[in-house]
């Protein structure tokens, strides 16, 4: 039953996306209501409102089908890879080339525009002021069984070590940043690697993301996921040292 009700969510998409079904007029309305907002501050919003749909419109039809699956049917990369019958590489391209596109039609719009798709306010502000993210850098190493199990005081890292009782863990670094939506940012890593991480869009309090590590030009790692602020998501990275690098990432303040 799930099965067939996510088929038919997609068909739907898809026929919209791709004009074969009107969007609802609104879904182009809907936006939070402010009851303080002066008539002239509505007014331009409508103006604003008017002139992204126009701006939709004019792109061509396959940077439009994947911003309108993507940003306001809201499905996912598999969903989109499905729907389209491309490659989840593509998808993530041409999502990344189409609002690309839309940002030098819109200029400093098209944070509006994604967030005015979305319709929701925790979308919006991350996607004007960046999603917060933090990644400790740990290194992963494996412990004798006859060690004494070190005293961890991070919870975290005590957790981490409750439930791996035969690895060991020693943060090397932390990474604190907020970083915008379609903007990748790079930070270093032990070792000489490089972290690439990549917002690709938010929709309410989850944030899509993409994380690559880098080393010499060479992508050793490439993940991407979506995040709810405040819950940990784990990516075990390369060899480094004694053991392998294991990045704990949060979003959210």
């Not at 402010?34 to 509505?42: E, G, H, I, Q, T």
């Not at 998808?91 to 798709?117: D, E, F, I, Q, Y």
């Amino acid at each position: 039953m799930n099965l067939a009700t996510d088929r038919q969510r997609q068909r739907g998409a898809r026929a919209r996306a791709l004009g074969g079904e009107p969007v609802p007029e609104e879904e182009w309305e809907r936006s939070v209501p402010d009851p303080a907002a002066a008539p002239d501050v509505s007014a331009a919003r409508q103006e604003e409102r008017a002139l992204i749909r126009r701006a939709l419109d004019s792109l061509p039809l396959n940077y439009r089908t994947i911003i309108m699956l993507s940003d306001i049917e809201g499905l996912t990369y598999r969903e989109i890879a499905e729907v389209l019958r491309i490659p989840m590489g593509t998808v993530m391209s041409r999502l990344h080339n189409a609002r690309k596109r839309l940002k030098a039609l819109l200029g400093p719009l098209l944070v509006l525009a994604l967030a005015l798709c979305l319709g929701l306010v925790p979308a919006a502000l991350w996607a004007q002021q960046g999603v917060p993210v933090s990644v400790r850098v740990l290194l992963q190493t494996r412990q004798a069984p006859a060690a004494p199990a070190a005293k961890v005081e991070d919870p975290y890292m005590r957790k981490l070590q409750q439930h791996f009782p035969n690895r060991q863990y020693e943060q090397l670094d932390l990474i604190q940043a907020r970083v915008t939506v379609g903007q990748a940012q790079r930070f270093p890593l032990p070792g000489g690697r490089e972290l690439e991480i990549l917002p690709t869009g938010v929709r309410g309090g989850s944030a899509s993301i993409r994380f690559t590590i880098v080393k010499s030009g060479t992508r050793e790692v490439a993940v991407s996921t979506d995040l709810q602020p405040g819950k940990p998501f784990s990516i075990v990275g390369p060899p480094h040292g004694s053991g392998v690098l294991h990045l704990v990432i949060v979003t959210g303040e």
